[in-house]
């Protein structure tokens, strides 16, 4: 793993300390089952924000985080680590297909909600201590996928670049992470008739993205280095579209914004407020 990773691991980490110190402490190891409790209560919080109405299904709500979390521990504990990624491919829809099962027929059972459930659960699996030793079971794992990292992926994959018609997302291609569903081929058609991207090409575009940096890493360990990246350079983006907001910008301008680095995006903001009479430390 390259140090860029392990560090973000561990700010990852530190933050889960602060904010959830108990779940945190029921992550020292994966042979604990205790973890597995943690690491998919954690991960359905993550996603339970879109899951309105969840409230009204405890009974299948719990009975699917319960046989997700008896599934994982079977997949570290009693079947051998994938050998390639088809074989991940295959336990990771079945273990989507769980949530999904349990809700079908309903908005709460889309495979963009259950993804996030799963890819979430072997992140937070990931930060046990022991996690080195199970290092073949996490090497193909998803990124998971939500607004930052669909931002980060329309950006940055040369596919999703192909997204952008003059800076502009091509209306009804992408749609939200939570109503996401999940074909082999690259794009279905929704209930609205309209066509959107399906998980699978996200999936692809991301693992050939990684191979074309000729990188060792996993999509899920690319993700902690991503995910705070693109988090923060979307804030620095809003402060700065709030402080030229007199300015009207249009789109044009906007975009040059976002093409900034994000030191230089910090230097603006500091070089306005600096002009505003704020006084501001470098």
Wanted: charge should be neutral; hydrophobic fraction near 30%.
């Amino acid at each position: 793993m390259i140090e860029e990773c392990k560090n973000a691991i561990k700010d990852f980490k530190e933050g889960l300390k602060r904010s959830r110190p108990n779940d945190y402490e029921k992550l020292a190891s994966i042979k604990d089952e205790k973890a597995f409790e943690a690491a998919v209560d954690l991960a359905y919080g993550d996603a339970k924000r879109t899951m309105t109405g969840i409230g009204k299904h405890e009974k299948e709500k719990n009975a699917a985080i319960t046989e997700i979390r008896d599934e994982l521990r079977k997949y570290f504990f009693e079947e051998k680590a994938p050998e390639k990624e088809e074989d991940f491919e295959k336990k990771h829809s079945d273990l989507c297909a769980i949530w999904c099962r349990h809700f079908s027929g309903s908005d709460l059972g889309t495979y963009g909600k259950a993804q996030k459930i799963i890819n979430m659960s072997f992140k937070y699996l990931l930060c046990c201590g022991d996690s080195s030793e199970y290092q073949d079971y996490f090497k193909y794992c998803h990124m998971p996928l939500d607004s930052f990292t669909l931002e980060w992926f329309k950006r940055n994959v040369p596919d999703g670049k192909k997204l952008i018609a003059g800076k502009k997302l091509v209306a009804g291609k992408m749609s939200t992470w939570s109503r996401m569903e999940n074909h082999e081929d690259d794009e279905y058609t929704g209930k609205n008739g309209k066509k959107y991207y399906s998980y699978q090409f996200y999936v692809k575009n991301i693992r050939k993205y990684i191979k074309g940096h000729n990188s060792e890493l996993s999509p899920l360990e690319l993700e902690f280095i991503e995910w705070p990246k693109i988090q923060l350079a979307l804030s620095a983006e809003g402060f700065l579209f709030g402080l030229k907001e007199k300015e009207e910008l249009g789109q044009q301008e906007k975009n040059e914004i976002i093409g900034l680095s994000l030191d230089e995006k910090y230097r603006q903001i500091y070089e306005i407020l600096k002009d505003r009479g704020y006084d501001i430390p470098r």
